[in-house]
């Protein structure tokens, strides 16, 4: 097949970088361009991206001239992982110029007419892409707190009924990405705040889980309270979450629900796909980020601890890598996805 040309928008980020390496030798993608603030402008990638990955710049970039914002692109596809102060006019320009612009940022999660997609659980929502103003399209995914929260509750919220979620984050410090938080403040401690971020997992849940209708997305129904805390771990978000059922369910219940559940992705066999979206762990002290947030290339969510709650119904442990399945390698999924759905076509 004829890879199809893409960009990204924030190459030298932490974002930027990670997308680099999820599309080194990618069996639908190449990387065409690489763009970045207009101080980088004019140079070679290697020269002016500050590299922060696993081994080195791969061979096929490094020497990539880098282009800014203000040009124009060759490429079909732009994956977006641009700061959100620039992101939202910089996304919509080069959506109308006709780029379908797969976006980790923030900006246009909540727009209307823009699906905030976890292609698993709802890849329906991208058939809106055609009502939108553009001549391509802006498609977003989550926040990554968000991306293994709602991988978690979605089995149960469409087989059993979900009336109440209790969330509380341990986020690692690669999500605040580079130079991120100060080693005075972050070393031996807790911090129990990170800004935008409750607010985030409050409401993205609930857009993911709606359903479509009349080309509109009426949101799920259910509440969700979050505490976010970032904590001295480099890669892996943990959270520990209690929900109230609209039905009766076991722990045993529970489980089965969650080690069946596919998508579309492990239906078409898409390259970035986990084979088991969801891994359960059977230990009591499992799943550890130090441990298990690589599993299954980091793509899959980790979740442990199920159990009875004393206030509500069932409580668990959720963990998932945050800079991977959480960020790019969600995007990466999104487009994939979009590609074997017909809607992106070279």
């Keep these: 097949m004829k890879k199809i040309p893409v960009a990204i928008l924030g190459a030298t980020g932490t974002v930027g970088q990670k997308f680099v390496i999820l599309l080194e030798n ?47 692109l060759e490429s079909l596809v732009l994956f977006s992982g641009l700061d959100s102060s620039v992101a939202g006019s910089v996304e919509e ?44 399209a802006i498609v977003t995914n989550s926040n990554c707190s968000t991306m ?34 100060p080693s005075l403040d972050i070393l031996g401690n807790v911090i129990p705040y990170i800004g935008g971020e409750e607010e985030k997992m409050e409401t993205e849940p ?29 890669d892996g978000h943990t959270e ?20 069946d559940f596919k998508g579309i992705p492990q239906e078409l066999g898409l390259p970035s796909a986990p084979e088991n979206p969801i891994v359960v762990f059977t230990e009591r002290d499992r799943p550890q980020p130090a441990r298990d947030v690589w599993l299954n ?23 998932g890598h945050n800079t991977v399945r959480g960020a790019a390698g969600a995007s990466i999924l999104n487009a994939e996805t979009m590609y074997r759905k017909g809607l992106i076509q070279v």
């Design 26 to 72: 990618h069996p639908y993608f190449y990387i065409h361009e690489l763009v970045a603030s207009p101080r980088s402008a004019g140079s070679r990638y290697i020269d002016i991206c500050r590299w922060k990955q696993n081994g080195p710049v791969p061979e096929n970039v490094k020497n990539m001239i880098v282009k800014t914002t203000e040009e124009d």
């Design 206 to 234: 609930l857009k993911i889980l709606g359903t479509v209708k009349n080309g509109k997305i009426e949101f799920a129904d259910f509440k969700i309270s979050a505490h976010c805390n970032r904590v001295p771990v480099y």
């Design 148 to 181: 293994f929260l709602t991988i978690a509750i979605a089995p149960i919220h469409r087989h059993i009924g979900i009336e109440a979620v209790h969330v509380t984050t341990m986020q690692a410090i690669s999500g605040a990405g580079y130079p991120g938080v």
């Design 240 to 259: 520990t979450v209690s929900l109230k059922l609209k039905e009766k369910a076991s722990p045993e219940d529970i489980t089965r629900l969650l080690k």
């Design 93 to 136: 320009h080069y959506a109308h110029e006709g780029h379908f612009v797969i976006s980790n940022s923030k900006n246009h999660r909540m727009d209307n007419d823009v699906p905030l997609v976890i292609p698993e659980i709802n890849h329906d929502h991208l058939d809106i892409i055609t009502k939108q103003k553009y001549k391509g």
């Design 297 to 319: 290339n980091g793509m899959s969510t980790c979740v442990g601890r199920i159990r009875k709650c004393r206030v509500f119904d069932i409580r668990m442990v959720i963990l």
